[in-house]
């Protein structure tokens, strides 16, 4: 059974850009969620999606945005990039979100130039 | 929300020692999970814990909710078992991170 894919692996971008990245889940699986990692602030929930509607959303500007496909898969975007958006974002794929376990892919590490 | 503390924050062991990390939250939940991310950054599974004890070869882990404490054991540690250990929970919200225990393993 394939895990969760996440592309791109890396990403350079600069100030002021958009970004989008993508997430595939686990067959089957119809809740995706988000998570940005830095060093200062640790691992932080971005938002949830299940059945391509947004379910939970994290502390966090309007920049960030994301949705989710009928296949399940998701897409986050990040517009208006700023040097602190650098981070590694990971992308959490579960049953049912919530209670149910996750998996998470390789992620994704951005850097804004 | 939910509080996550994780201790000891950071942990140096010669190759072969046993180790215990804690993990304490502050609300009763539905899903406690312990990853150990690689170098590469991807989170590992190594428990969904909730509740009980469970063990996976030279390591185990236990959760007392009861109490809002999950311990995981480390074995005859080995070089390999570096990096960093999460433990995450989750109530009726998506999974809260700790910030995690350093393990470096020395040979």
């Known amino acids: 059974k394939a895990g969760v894919t996440q592309t791109p692996r890396y990403l350079i971008k600069t100030r002021g850009q958009q970004v989008t990245l993508s997430c595939s889940p686990i067959?089957?699986?119809?809740?995706v969620s988000w998570y940005q990692q830095t060093p200062g602030q640790g691992l932080q929930f971005l938002f949830e999606?299940?059945?391509?509607?947004?379910?939970n959303k994290g502390n966090f500007p309007g920049r960030f945005s994301g949705r989710q496909f009928s296949n399940s898969r998701s897409e986050m975007n990040v517009s208006t990039l700023e040097l602190g958006d650098s981070a590694l974002y990971l992308c959490?794929?579960?049953?049912?979100?919530?209670?149910?376990?996750?998996?998470f892919g390789q992620g994704t590490r951005l850097t804004v130039v | 929300g939910i509080q996550v503390e994780q201790s000891p924050p950071d942990l140096i062991l010669q190759e072969g020692a046993n180790s215990t990390l804690r993990c304490n939250f502050s609300?009763?939940?539905?899903?406690l999970q312990w990853f150990h991310q690689n170098p590469w950054g991807q989170l590992i599974n190594l428990f969904y814990?909730?509740?009980g004890t469970k063990q996976n070869g030279r390591l185990s882990a236990t959760t007392v909710a009861t109490e809002r404490y999950s311990l995981l054991y480390i074995s005859s540690s080995q070089t390999t078992d570096s990096g960093v250990y999460f433990c995450?929970?989750?109530?009726?919200?998506?999974?809260?991170f700790g910030k995690g225990t350093r393990l470096s393993v020395i040979a």
């Open positions: 814990i909730p509740s």
């Open positions: 995450a929970v989750a109530g009726n919200t998506p999974l809260v």
């Open positions: 609300d009763s939940v539905n899903n």
């Open positions: 067959s089957g699986h119809r809740s």
């Open positions: 999606y299940f059945s391509e509607t947004q379910r």
């Open positions: 959490a794929s579960s049953l049912v979100g919530g209670s149910g376990e996750a998996f």
